[in-house]
T-cell receptor, first 114, second 113 residues
Framework: GDSVTQMEGPVTLSEEAFLTINCTYT??????LFWYVQYPGEGLQLLLK?????DKGSNKGFEATYRKETTSFHLEKGSVQVSDSAVYFC?????????????FGKGTLLTVNP | NAGVTQTPKFQVLKTGQSMTLQCAQD?????MYWYRQDPGMGLRLIYY???????DKGEVPNGYNVSRLNKREFSLRLESAAPSQTSVYFC????????????FGDGTRLSIL
C-alpha cells in the first residue's frame, strides 16, 4: 500500500538557518504530493503541492521538488523565521481508482528560535 | 471565508456515551473526509464521502459511523465512546480528483474518560 516516511523531529533551528525536512514515499501509481503545515491549535493548511515528476511546488519561501527517480519530495527553505515554527506533514494522493484519500507522514515538529 | 467549520471544538465524554461531531463546508466541494490525529501517528482516515450520497470506510473506521447529510455537511458519530477514541478529529473537504488539495477544519479535541 501507499506510505510516506518523513524525517522524525523535533527539529530546532536558529532564525535565518536553512531548513530541510526529508520525505520519501511508496505508491503504486503516479501520486500527487503535498506538504501541509499545522500551527499550534489549528487545522492543517496546504503549504505546497506537485502533481507530476520534476514539478516544483513553492509557497512562502518553501520549496519541494517531485523526484520520481528517488521517490522523494523534500521540503526546503533558505532562511527560516520564528513564525515558521509548526508541525509539517508530507502527504500523497494516489492516482488509482476513485479513492481520494491522503496518506500522511507522521509529521515533523519545527521550532525556530530567535 | 469560513471554509470548513467543525463543532464542537472541545468535548469530554464518559465511556459508553454517544455523540456526534458536526462538519460543514461552504466551498461547494464534492468530497469530504474525517481524520483522527494521535501523537506520533500523523493523520489517519476514518471515513470519507467522495460525493453526496456516498460514504466509504477509511483506515480506522471501527467504532464510528458517518452521515453525509447534504453536499455541505458530513457528521461523525461515536455510538459508544471508548478511551481509545480520545483524539483530535479533523474534517476536510476537497474538489473531486486526486490532484486536489484538501481543506481542513480547526479540529475537535475529544477526551473520553
Amino acid at each position: 500500500g501507499d506510505s510516506v516516511t518523513q524525517m522524525e523531529g523535533p527539529v530546532t533551528l536558529s532564525e535565518e538557518a536553512f531548513l530541510t525536512i526529508n520525505c520519501t514515499y511508496t505508491a503504486t501509481g503516479y501520486p500527487s504530493l503535498f506538504w501541509y503545515v499545522q500551527y499550534p491549535g489549528e487545522g492543517l493548511q496546504l503549504l505546497l503541492k506537485a502533481t507530476k515528476a520534476d514539478d516544483k511546488g513553492s509557497n512562502k519561501g518553501f520549496e519541494a521538488t517531485y523526484r520520481k527517480e528517488t521517490t522523494s519530495f523534500h521540503l526546503e527553505k533558505g532562511s527560516v523565521q520564528v513564525s515558521d515554527s509548526a508541525v509539517y506533514f508530507c502527504a500523497l494522493s494516489d492516482s488509482g481508482g476513485s479513492n481520494y484519500k491522503l496518506t500522511f507522514g507522521k509529521g515533523t515538529l519545527l521550532t525556530v528560535n530567535p | 471565508n469560513a471554509g470548513v467549520t467543525q463543532t464542537p471544538k472541545f468535548q469530554v465524554l464518559k465511556t459508553g456515551q454517544s455523540m456526534t461531531l458536526q462538519c460543514a463546508q461552504d466551498m461547494n466541494h464534492n468530497s469530504m473526509y474525517w481524520y483522527r490525529q494521535d501523537p506520533g501517528m500523523g493523520l489517519r482516515l476514518i471515513y470519507y464521502s467522495a460525493s453526496e450520497g456516498t460514504t466509504d470506510k477509511g483506515e480506522v473506521p471501527n467504532g464510528y459511523n458517518v452521515s453525509r447529510l447534504n453536499k455541505r455537511e458530513f457528521s461523525l458519530r461515536l455510538e459508544s465512546a471508548a478511551p481509545s477514541q480520545t483524539s483530535v478529529y479533523f474534517c476536510a473537504s476537497s474538489e473531486q480528483g486526486t490532484r486536489q488539495p484538501q481543506h481542513f477544519g480547526d479540529g475537535t479535541r475529544l477526551s473520553i474518560l
